[in-house]
């Protein structure tokens, strides 16, 4: 998993010491109180906590997950195990263990393969935050003969996790899921490619829809179709609406749009569903929308040639910026981009100047294709 973007990094470096391949053991907690829910029936993200916790530990290059529930049913484990398609097993009786390295697993840790990598390498060391230990086959086997592996797992690990070391935490009780969102969403929410718009406006506004929607497990792709939906709407009532109400309701719908259009990124890379195609979808659905919502201010202002040609030019400019953000990934000052572009309208919008908007969005992104085209003409050859 990549630092600060969630997405499963290849599973190229496999997690193997000196003394061979390094086995995890996911620790079951011991039954939980009645009325309680047991931790491993807790879903994050939309998934249930032990599917993440094996996806995690196999991105992270782990080879083999088993699951050990203690003196809990083993019909319990096997039902658990069945059901994970980046495969885990039962765990043997600890006395079968052999000999070699564990990766002791609480089943209530929630972490990304980043910090299994950083324990990796520093074997040996512990850390309480997410009851993972690194321990010898001994200390494995005490861990699970004992009555109480949950606790016994939590005695044996003993040092904090470097702050750099990726995600970590303990989800601490089935009350304790709202913290634990609220914990991912700070790690994951956002992106160090974020401008300053969607980062002091958009993430905060769009957190508290995240929040709610990310643990029902809802389809990241239905998502992207709602914020489409409601900036086409957004486009519609300014095309079609005729009166300054209807272009300010506009205006908050296209705003709406803007902020929304992070709510699937966030509920993808919270729930470890982030994937290519929905990553096109949401550049496909963002490109039909911006052309619609100019269209919207260009019906707004009238609909004379004087309106379509800035609108054919703010358009073009639009999906130029966004063309060449793909194609110079490295350009400084990325100002333009969908965030501050649909801001800029939903203002033009709300206060009645459709066809200044378009003039300014005109002017600023072809000012800053150009921009992004001659930085690359004064690159040195062959670094284009
Ligand atoms: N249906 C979707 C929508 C988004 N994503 C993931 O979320 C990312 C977009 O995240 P988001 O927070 O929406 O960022 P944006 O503001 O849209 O901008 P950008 O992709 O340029 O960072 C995509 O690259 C993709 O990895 C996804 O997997 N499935
Ligand atoms: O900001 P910009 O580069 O023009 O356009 C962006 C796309 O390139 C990106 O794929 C998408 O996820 C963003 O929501 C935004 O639409």
Redesign the pocket.
């Known amino acids: 998993m990549t630092r600060g973007?969630?997405?499963p990094a290849p599973d190229t470096t496999r997690w193997s010491d000196p003394t061979g391949p390094v086995v995890a053991v996911v620790v079951l907690t011991a039954e939980p109180p009645p009325a309680h829910r047991s931790v491993e029936a807790t879903r994050i993200g939309g998934r249930p906590l032990l599917d993440r916790t094996v996806r995690v530990l196999h991105a992270a290059g782990v080879r083999r997950v088993l699951v050990a529930a203690g003196r809990r049913s083993p019909d319990l484990v096997a039902g658990l195990v069945a059901r994970h398609a980046p495969p885990a097993e039962p765990c043997p009786p600890p006395a079968a263990l052999p000999p070699g390295r564990y990766l002791l697993v609480g089943a209530g840790a929630i972490f990304d393969a980043e910090t299994v990598r950083d324990l990796a390498e520093r074997t040996g060391v512990r850390c309480t935050d997410t009851t993972l230990a690194v321990a010898d086959a001994g200390t494995a086997r005490e861990v699970l003969a004992a009555d109480a592996p949950d606790a016994a797992l939590d005695a044996v690990a003993g040092l904090a996790l470097r702050p750099a070391a990726g995600f970590a935490t303990t989800l601490a009780g089935d009350r304790d899921v709202r913290r634990v969102h609220r914990a991912l969403w700070h790690r994951y929410?956002?992106?160090p490619?974020?401008g300053l718009v969607?980062r002091y406006l958009?993430?905060p506004l769009?957190r508290p829809v995240t929040l709610l929607l990310a643990r029902t497990g809802v389809?990241?792709?239905?998502?992207?179709g709602l914020s489409f939906a409601v900036a086409v709407a957004g486009a519609a009532v300014i095309g079609f609406g005729g009166h300054w109400w209807t272009m300010l309701l506009g205006g908050v719908l296209v705003q709406a749009g803007n902020a929304l259009?992070?709510?699937?990124?966030?509920?993808?890379?919270i729930g470890l569903?982030?994937?290519?195609?929905?990553?096109l979808?949401?550049?496909i659905l963002?490109r039909y929308a911006d052309l619609a919502i100019i269209a919207g201010l260009v019906l707004a202002a009238g609909g004379r040639p004087v309106d379509w040609a800035f609108g054919f030019a703010a358009a073009a400019g639009s999906l130029l910026v966004s063309y060449l953000?793909v194609l110079v990934p490295d350009a400084p000052r990325r100002l333009l981009?969908?965030?501050v572009r649909l801001l800029l309208c939903a203002v033009a919008a709300a206060v009645s100047a459709p066809l200044a908007g378009l003039a300014a969005l005109a002017v600023l992104v072809n000012a800053d294709a150009a921009r992004v085209f001659g930085m690359v003409l004064r690159r040195a050859p062959g670094t284009r």
């Open positions: 973007n969630g997405e929410g956002s992106k490619s974020d969607c958009n993430r769009s389809w990241p792709d239905l998502l992207s259009d992070g709510v699937d990124g966030e509920v993808a890379r569903r982030t994937s290519r195609r929905g990553a979808l949401d550049t963002d953000n981009r969908r965030d």
